[in-house]
């Protein structure tokens, strides 16, 4: 499929994707054309109502085409087209996940987290303490703590600052640790230092 065959079909159907589940499935299936790798959100916006995002599915290399895609996507009144998920700004930090068919409801408000820097600053390993949470099954905790990293710096920032998310129980600790609502700016203030 031609992109701009994309693009003409996306004008006809973005106001009903929120709504229509067949409409949901369609466009997943026509961005696999595109790639089959690349993913997709939608969500209110910040400039404007909305935004579709245009997921690399958390890939380096998949993030120059959707660049590419997001920004030669045609201009759609109340819409704002992005190369990836956006940063979740939550009026609380409250989650529902699940694995394994399970839901979980994860309040990671009282989380907390420190760097760990390599090549000045370069790139980083989260390493979070999931305060509240430290009886969940060790891989339902990476996986939530990995997402909620993402949540809190969005897809792109993600994807250029972590190299790794990693688990640390309050009883293995043994250095300062900063609030989970710093971490974005913590990071953007890192990372912009040296690019």
């Known amino acids: 499929m031609e992109r701009s065959e994309f693009y003409d079909w996306l004008v006809l159907i973005i106001n009903d994707i929120a709504g229509d589940p067949d409409v949901r499935h369609l466009l997943s299936r026509k961005l696999e054309w595109i790639n089959p790798d690349i993913r997709w959100e939608i969500g209110p ?10 997921s690399p599915n958390l890939r380096a290399e998949l993030l120059g085409l959707t660049n590419e895609l997001a920004a030669d996507a045609p201009k759609i009144s109340g819409w704002e087209f992005l190369p990836a ?6 009026k609380r930090r ?21 760097l760990t820097q ?9 390493n979070i303490i999931p305060y509240g949470h430290e009886n969940k099954d060790q891989s339902d905790l990476l996986y939530f703590s990995s997402l909620i990293v993402e949540f809190e710096l969005g897809e792109e920032l993600f994807i250029q600052a972590v190299d ?30 040296i690019h």
């Open 45 to 54: 916006g910040e400039s404007t109502e909305y935004y579709f995002a245009f």
């Open 85 to 90: 998920k956006p940063r979740k700004k939550l």
């Open 94 to 114: 409250r989650v529902k996940l699940k694995t394994a068919g399970k839901l979980h409801d994860v309040d990671y408000e009282k989380w907390e987290y420190f």
């Open 118 to 126: 390599f090549n000045n600053g370069e790139f980083f390993d989260v």
């Open 164 to 193: 790794r998310v990693n688990i640390v129980l309050p009883n293995e600790l043994n250095c300062e640790t900063d609030s989970i609502a710093s971490l974005n700016d913590h990071i953007l203030t890192l990372w912009r230092s």
